[in-house]
């Protein structure tokens, strides 16, 4: 899911197999059947976004405006899920094999990172991942993996800056920044969406089941409106599927 100008949403519909433009009044604008089931997405300049299709090994390129038309197709050596931006470069995280990628747009590798300094793996299941662009400090990758309960820091050359890990934190999945040293994360089996401090290390619940938070996997941040937008899912329970929840935090 990705917040785009003029109060309109981006979604990635796995089951669909579909990428859909929504606006915040709950319409739909428009549609774009893919050629598998879309994880990720992140925008790029020029009004283009990249999505990942993570079971045909594949990274499709598609027009934001009007009815969302297909552009190019890169392959990848493995199933992409996670995916963001920066410098004309895609960071993608995979499953299989496991890994962190830095591409260019061509989809040619420029580096990868799989293993720490001692030959431990540093990933096992990192779904996704979010770039930030903050004010002082070199951009930086924020990796969520859910296997090990861990949000990993890397540099943009891939380097380990960081690690966080948290008694609350038992799932995380989705995630987004809301504004330097804050990020916020989808947390699946405690059902919140917690608030991330990467300068303290600090983990908070913002929102949580008696919100009607359940399950939840992805969620997108307006600043200008202090909106927050969440996805949720649950096998067997399509009343949370089909719902883009908002919240407002003033």
């Known amino acids: ?23 915040t009044a709950n319409k739909l604008v428009s549609q774009v059947k893919l050629p598998g089931g879309p994880w990720d997405l992140c925008l790029l300049p020029g009004d283009r976004a990249a999505v990942t299709l993570p079971w045909e090994k594949k990274i499709q390129f598609v027009f934001t405006q009007g009815n969302v038309p297909l552009q190019d197709v890169v392959k990848v050596d493995g199933e992409c899920r996670g995916i963001d931006f920066c410098d004309d470069n895609l960071i993608v995280s995979f ?10 747009m061509k989809g040619k590798v420029k580096k990868s990172v799989d293993n720490d300094s001692i030959g431990k793996p540093l990933f096992l299941k990192p779904w996704y ?45 989705g ?7 804050q990020l916020l994360l989808c947390d699946r089996d405690s059902n919140n969406i917690l608030l991330l401090d990467t300068l303290t290390g600090k983990i908070t619940q913002l929102l949580g089941k008696e919100e009607g938070i359940e399950k939840p996997y992805c969620v997108a941040y307006c600043s200008q409106k202090k909106m927050i937008f969440v996805t949720c899912s649950l096998l067997y329970r399509p009343e949370l599927k089909n719902f883009v929840k908002v919240f407002n935090l003033v």
């Open 129 to 173: 991942l979010t770039v930030t662009r903050e004010s002082q400090t070199p951009p930086a990758i924020y990796v969520s993996d859910w296997d090990t309960n861990t949000i990993t820091k890397l540099s943009i050359s891939l380097e380990v800056l960081q690690s966080y890990q948290d008694p609350i934190m038992k799932s995380p999945q």
């Open 1 to 23: 899911m990705a917040l785009l100008p003029v109060d309109r949403l981006l979604l990635s519909d796995c089951y669909n197999r579909s990428l859909k433009l929504v606006d």
């Open 95 to 104: 499953t299989n094999p496991v890994k962190v990628v830095l591409m260019d």
């Open 175 to 181: 995630l987004t920044a809301i504004g330097d040293n």
